[in-house]
């Protein structure tokens, strides 16, 4: 796992839990409005995606147990993980890209109802991302992958003529001579796995996703309405198709990159065909990033200007990340792809306790703080929710009395004990599970195995009633 160069073990901040009475008082667990719903609170359960789905992006009872288990410690909102708009396979994600998986999803709407007593108010996230492939065996990217261009016969000539002989002699190629003859591109294909870019007009479903994702995204917001979430979070942040064309590194000449403007047409354009379709009452949000952490990337002060811009078009909500990007991720083994945080901004988005001299925590509060401050200075009182490393009580109501955010998230932390806010809540906080903060967590996801907390995976396994992992080794569900 990534960390800063000049790393050292943070302590975990220290806890002062409130009184019942205190909390009672709390802006944390006071009401807050969010287009035309109220929240009970101001917690926060940001999206995590747990890998439970069926092959076929379906809801599973293990799906339900998972979000049921969150529920019960009744935070103000709820955030269903990552859930693919388009109806293609993509292994144990959920998906939202056919009217088949509304009956799932209302499932699962009324689970989280159910165990909340009607007090969490439940979103979905909706995300496009484009292809990504597993890094290949170097010799069989040259050999069956590559396409042979007159471009590399040049740069080999006069040693091979017809494509067989090419791919000959690259075989016997060093890596150093390879980087000399193979495009940039090519060359990441072969150390990386090949992936799109939404800069890759030459492929024409690329070059239509300005026509296509508007429809899309409305249709999935429709589903999530008629399968009964009180909102929809569209996924502009980390390494995926909304935040890509959000990002300074969009350089499409059509009119969608390059400027601020191009940049914003897309997302902006889903925002606005999604309202069209969704009744009043459902909440549109978004999930943006404060910094990408990248090399060119989105800095702050575009971040601002994106978020005004995407309030004023009648956003209810804006969720704010940071970093999570393809761009700086570390090389895959082969036969695995790349995932978007595994280098520096992927540690941004998810920072560990083995830190720089900021540390982990809170590291996203100054950078939210100051897109609040640009929104209300520009007239719009769009809720901001922050997260990242918030996991005391003094955190998140410090950060609430200064007006650094709106609502403060938790995703680990909640993970690690999902009644956490309740026991906060109700003067328990000593009995709270404190997330370590080392990422236990993350690295299954990256492997795409079913997420469990190292806190509680191996607790009463023996229990008749407790559901394990596939492999039989860890607890599914955290323990009460
Ligand atoms: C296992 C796991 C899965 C995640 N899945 C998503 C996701 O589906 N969508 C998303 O926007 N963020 C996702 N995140 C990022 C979290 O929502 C959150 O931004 C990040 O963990 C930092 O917040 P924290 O310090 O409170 O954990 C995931 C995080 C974890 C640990
Ligand atoms: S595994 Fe548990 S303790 Fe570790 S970072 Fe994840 S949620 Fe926190």
């Known amino acids: ?60 009872a293990d799906v339900l147990d998972w979000y049921a288990r969150f529920a019960r410690g009744r935070p103000g909102a709820l955030v269903v993980e990552a859930t693919g708009i388009r109806d293609v396979p993509s292994g144990p994600l959920l998906r939202i890209g056919h009217d088949r998986f509304v009956p799932g999803l209302r499932e699962l709407v009324d689970t989280v109802r ?20 597993k890094r290949p065996e170097p010799g069989r990217y040259l050999r069956q992958f590559l396409q042979i261009t007159d471009r590399h016969r040049e740069r080999l000539a006069p040693r091979a003529a017809t494509d067989p002989e090419v791919r000959d002699v690259l075989c016997q190629l060093s890596h150093d001579e390879l980087e000399l003859v193979l495009e940039p591109r090519e060359l990441e294909a072969m150390d990386f796995g090949a992936r799109e870019r939404v800069t890759d007009v030459h492929l024409p479903h690329v070059r239509d996703l300005p026509l296509t994702l508007p429809g899309l995204f409305a249709d999935a917001a429709a589903r999530a309405e008629a399968a009964g979430f009180d909102g929809a ?49 459902f909440v549109v949000g978004c999930r943006s990033s404060t910094e990408e952490c990248i090399a060119g990337g989105t800095t702050l002060d575009e971040s601002t200007q994106i978020a005004t811009r995407l309030a004023r078009a009648g956003l209810d909500f804006l969720s704010l990340s940071r970093g999570g990007k393809f761009e700086d991720a570390k090389q895959p083994s082969i036969g695995s792809a790349a995932y978007p945080y595994t280098g520096p901004s992927g540690w941004e988005c998810m920072p560990t306790t083995l830190a720089d001299a900021a540390g982990p925590f809170g590291r996203n509060v100054a950078a939210g703080a100051r897109i609040r401050r640009a929104l209300r200075a520009a007239g719009c009182e769009t809720p901001v929710v922050i997260c990242g490393g918030i996991a005391t009580f003094a955190q998140a109501e410090g950060i609430l009395e200064r007006g650094e955010a709106d609502v403060v998230g938790s995703a680990r932390q909640s993970l690690a004990d999902p009644d956490w806010f309740e026991k906060v809540r109700l003067g328990a906080g000593d009995g709270v599970r404190r997330c370590a903060f080392t990422n236990y967590c993350e690295g299954l996801d990256q492997k795409h195995k079913q997420v469990t907390c190292k806190l509680w995976d191996r607790l009463e396994l023996d229990r008749p009633d407790v559901k394990r992992t596939r492999d039989g080794r860890r607890r599914l569900v955290a323990p009460y």
């Open 114 to 133: 159910r165990a909340s007593d009607g007090q969490t108010r439940v979103f979905i996230q909706l995300i496009d991302f484009l292809a990504i492939r």
């Open 233 to 281: 979070e569209l996924h502009c942040t980390h390494a995926y198709t909304l935040a890509s064309f959000l990002s300074a590194l969009n350089d499409r000449a059509d009119g969608y990159g390059r400027t601020l403007e191009g940049r914003l047409r897309v997302p902006l354009a889903v925002l606005e065909a999604v309202r069209a379709r969704a009744g009043s009452a």
């Open 1 to 60: 796992m990534w960390h800063p160069k000049s790393a050292s073990r943070h302590a975990l901040l220290p806890a002062e839990w409130p009184s019942r009475d205190r909390a009672a008082h709390a802006r944390w667990f006071s009401p807050i409005r969010v287009g035309r719903l109220n929240l009970e609170r101001r917690t926060w359960i940001p999206a995590m995606v747990p890998w439970r789905a069926s092959d076929d992006g379906l809801v599973t």
